[in-house]
């Protein structure tokens, strides 16, 4: 019989022994981001992209975390969950219905995230690309009949491709930053007071 405290183990030591216990499918980070960008290149999503919010202006980031703030009736600000980053997220949305084989019926749900800088020497700036910028947030809704296998989320998905492994310009690719160019803000009203004497 083998007797594991006698003999050298993985570790170099006699008797030490590492395995790695953890709930993991086997599936390597690389491999869950090009299944990621894969699944968005099927659905076309930068036809999607282009087509439904690119050249919409009510939907445009604006360019100062001041103006989103200002902004309320296209944008909302959840501090709860995003700080300590500053991000606004649009409440106009956008939804693409696909059937993808094997996955069944998606409803893809699309808002535009704008995040600003909390730096001091540009806080309030429009943050743009890679690692940290605004882009296109999307959430996967499943029908209630399907028996589907997972579609990777935009959190898990942000994991795979830019912390685990250094391709957050292929993250970036399919959810793009808006650069506030369209941004059109808000009329303000005036307000009048009368004194009546």
Known sequence: MYNLDKK??????MGRNFWRIENSDGRSALDK??????????????YWYNREMRWDWRIACPCTGWQA??????????????WPDWCFESRRLKYIFHYI??????????AQLCCYSTEWRNW????????DGSRVKVEAYYFWWNRVEKVYTDEEAYKYCCVD??????FYYYR?????RLYIPP????FCLFFIS
């Open 8 to 13: 050298d183990g993985n570790t170099g030591i």
């Open 176 to 180: 793009p930053s808006d650069n506030c």
């Open 165 to 170: 492994i250094p391709l957050c310009n292929l």
């Open 33 to 46: 981001c090009f299944s990621w960008a894969y699944l968005q290149e099927y659905i076309g999503f930068r």
């Open 69 to 82: 703030w200002l902004d309320w009736g296209r944008f909302s600000w959840d501090w709860w969950y995003s």
């Open 124 to 131: 309030g700036s429009l943050k743009v690309g890679s690692p």
């Open 101 to 110: 084989p094997g996955k069944g019926y998606i409803f893809f749900k699309m």
């Open 187 to 190: 009329r303000r009203r005036k």
